[in-house]
């Protein structure tokens, strides 16, 4: 394929050759992270790293790129083909893993391979080991949408730029923001249970991330979709309804948050996160 003709419509909007140096490592490939897979395959990123244990059901189809005759497949798997279905000379290292079975030496790797990480996983434990494990190496973006898909957040992290997840998290649930929904603690797993929600509304949290994600790989480049961001506010509210701090629907709010005393990004790097996480 021309990789002229396929970046055309981007013309002077993007840096596909920078891009195209890129790797991404996606955690969690469900209803934001398939999306956002997509959207930076077709932005021009060069390599995706996609990590998800869970296999495709029905439930999934109402709000994930996933089709009927993906049932029962592994979702990196599905994610895969679509992804080279879009660009043949896009990499994919699909891996069908539960972060859980992985120690941190090779979390670590991954980061390390990669330019950026994207957690989007509904685990909130796997969140804040991602983040103590990334912070210090590559920028990262944090996504999650709120109960009933009323809103979300996106958190956006850059090595001693910007305070760490655990500290924005922290801010967070001081300004009292809305529930992320039910934690199905009563079988000890710390997954949130699958709460109803719109993928519309999903996705509009998921557009602000992609873009974001967008953003920290093409930071330096003179390209417009570089100039997003301001390290004195790395927290994004996006609003699909009034209330909390939204006025009007489809609001975005951007807000500041500082480091925090005790935070796993006090630890020197390389530090192990065995007795650090928290549940969020
Ligand atoms: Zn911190």
Redesign the pocket.
């Given at each position: 394929m021309d990789t002229t003709d396929f970046h055309a419509r981007h013309e002077g909007l993007l840096d596909p050759a920078l891009l195209g140096k890129k790797r991404v490592l996606i955690v969690g490939c469900g209803s934001v992270g398939s999306y956002l897979a997509l959207f930076l395959a077709r932005s021009g990123v060069g390599t995706l790293a996609l990590r998800d244990h869970d296999h495709i059901s029905v439930t999934n189809l109402c709000r994930t790129t996933y089709t009927e005759r993906d049932v029962g497949r592994p979702k990196v798997d599905a994610l895969k083909e679509q992804l080279r279905g879009v660009r043949g000379d896009l990499e994919v290292d699909a891996r069908p893993v539960d972060l859980r079975d992985v120690d941190d030496d090779e979390v670590r790797t991954w980061i390390d391979e990669s330019d950026l990480l994207v957690a989007v996983t509904d685990h909130p434990p796997t969140q804040a080991r991602l983040a103590a494990l990334s912070y210090h190496h590559v920028p990262a973006v944090f996504a999650g949408v709120y109960e009933r898909g009323t809103g979300g957040e996106v958190i956006w992290t850059a090595p001693e730029e910007t305070?760490?997840y655990?500290?924005v998290l922290g801010a967070i649930r001081d300004a009292d923001a809305p529930s992320r929904g039910q934690s199905d603690y009563g079988i000890a797993t710390g997954q949130l249970a699958s709460e109803p929600a719109l993928g519309i509304d999903i996705l509009h949290v998921t557009v602000c991330a992609a873009k974001i994600a967008l953003a920290l790989l093409l930071r330096g480049s003179d390209a417009p979709a570089a100039q997003v961001l301001d390290p004195s506010r790395s927290v994004l509210f996006v609003g699909n309804s009034t209330g909390w701090i939204w006025r009007e629907p489809f609001e975005t709010v951007w807000a500041r948050a500082t480091?925090?005393e005790r935070?796993?990004?006090r630890l020197l790097p390389g530090g192990s996160t065995a007795d650090l996480i928290t549940e969020p």
């Open positions: 305070p760490c655990s500290c480091r925090r935070c796993v990004c």
